[in-house]
C-alpha cells in the first residue's frame, strides 16, 4: 500500500454510535465503546481488551495515514509502538468509575468459571462417595441377610431335633409303660386267690397285701396306706368324696381293678399298686413323692 498514489483511496470515515470520527481518537472511541456496550465481558482479562484496542487503533491509523498520502516509515512506527502501548494507556484512558466495572465483569466471569468448575468437582465426588456408600450398604445388607438365614436355619434344626427328640423320649416311655404293665399283668396275684367276706380286719388285709406288694417294697406302699386310711377298706372322705385304702379319686377309677372295688380289700390293693407302680415306677417311688407333698 505504500506505492499508492496520493488521492487513490478515498478518505476514511468510521462511523461511531450516535456521530462519526476518524484517525486513532476514534479507534480508541470505538474500542472503548464496544467495550461498554457490552452486556457481559467475555474469558478474556482487561490485558486482552488493550491489546485488542491497540490493534484496532493500529488498523484504523494505516488506512487513514494511506488515504491522507502519508507513507513515511515514521508514521508506521508511530502505528506500531502505538499497538505495543495499547495495553498499558487504553485502561488509563476509561474513566475511573468505569474501570471497575470493566474489572469487576471480568473478575465476575472468571469467578464464575472458578465456581462452576468447582461444583462440578464436588458433584462428581458426592457421585462417587454415593457410588462407595451404596456398593458398601449392598454388602452390608448381603451379610446381614445372610447371617439372618443362618440364624434361621439353625433354630429350625434344633427345634426339630428337640422335636424328634421328645418324640423318642414319648415313645421309649410308652414302651417302658406298656412293658411294665404286662411283667405286672403276669405276675401279680390274682385276687380270685382270696375267699370273698362280708367284712375284713387289718390284719387280713394286711396278710392280702404282703402276698399282693413285693417284699422289697412292702414296706413303702404301707407306710402309704397307713397315711390315707389306716387300713380301712372303707374309709370316706366327706369333703373329698376319695374312697378305700388308697383314697382314690374320684373313687370309681378302682372299677378297673375289678367291679367289686367298694367290699373287695384285694381288688383296692391291686389297684393301688399298679397306680404306684405307672405313676411313679414302685411303691417307694411313690412313697417318696408323698413324704415331699404330703400326697401322691
Known sequence: MRGL?????????????????????????????????????????????????????????????????????????????????????????????????????????????QAAAADSAEQKSAEESARKKAAKDAIAKKAAAEKKAAAEKAEREAKEKAEREAKERAEAEAKEKASRSETRSKTAPSTDNFAQQSSYSIAEVKSMARQIVPGDQFQCFSNIVDHESSWNYKATNPSSGAYGLMQALPAGKMSTAGADWQTNPATQLKWGLGYMNDRYGSPCGAWSFWQANNWY
Open 5 to 113: 498514489p496520493v488521492g487513490s483511496v478515498p478518505p476514511v470515515t468510521v462511523y461511531q454510535w450516535g456521530g462519526q470520527c476518524k484517525g486513532h481518537d476514534c479507534a480508541r472511541k470505538v474500542t472503548y465503546r464496544a467495550m461498554l456496550e457490552g452486556k457481559r465481558v467475555s474469558r478474556i482479562s482487561v490485558r486482552g481488551f488493550a491489546v485488542a484496542s491497540a490493534t484496532a487503533v493500529t488498523t484504523v491509523g494505516a488506512v487513514v495515514g494511506v488515504a491522507s498520502g502519508n507513507t513515511d516509515s515514521d508514521s508506521y512506527n508511530d502505528l506500531e509502538a502505538t499497538a505495543a502501548a495499547g495495553d498499558a494507556t487504553l485502561l488509563a484512558e476509561i474513566p475511573a468509575g468505569q474501570q471497575a466495572a470493566v474489572q469487576t465483569a471480568s473478575l465476575t466471569q472468571q469467578a464464575d468459571a
